[in-house]
């Protein structure tokens, strides 16, 4: 094969077709033979070349100057538990993201990390009162002492 067409489609970008070919001419079996080449070269066309599609994920980043990091509004009433935050330490890791060695601050030398699978390594989870949304709610569960009066109809 002396030619190949690469089509290449990534992303939102439009597809990119590449001819390649060979550097080699004329050399078939050790001989110069540069008029057979040429020939079976110029007969065939461009559109005979079998194309290649490939897919190649790619990650746009662009960086806009003068653009202003929209503010978290907080919740208003936060809640008590994570004061709006709506995360609270990792109940497995106490906050520390590892599972070995918790009580130290550091590491000892040659010891390897195992992280928490309940965090991921964050030392963070969602706060079990508001379900990490930041936003005061009552207590759940069952209210037996709480009795509505107005609705019962007591006096």
Not at 5 to 24: D, F, R
Not at 131 to 149: A, S
Request: aromatic share 6%.
């Amino acid at each position: 094969m002396d030619g190949m067409t690469l089509t290449a489609v990534t992303g939102s970008v439009l597809p990119t077709t590449v001819q390649l070919e060979s550097k080699k001419r004329g050399f078939v079996n050790g001989e110069n033979n540069n008029r057979s080449t040429h020939q079976s070269q110029r007969s065939q066309s461009p559109a005979s070349f079998p194309k290649l599609s490939l897919s190649k994920p790619s990650w746009l980043v662009t960086t806009e100057s003068n653009v202003r990091k929209a503010a978290r509004k907080k919740a208003d009433p936060p809640c008590i538990i994570c004061k709006g935050s709506g995360r609270v330490d990792c109940h497995d890791c106490s906050g520390s993201g590892r599972t070995n060695c918790v009580h130290l601050v550091m590491l000892p030398r040659g010891e390897w990390p195992r992280w928490c699978k309940t965090c991921g390594g964050s030392g963070l989870g969602y706060c079990s009162r508001c379900l990490g949304t930041g936003e005061y709610r009552y207590v759940m569960g069952f209210h037996f002492m709480n009795r509505d009066d107005q609705h019962n109809g007591a006096p």
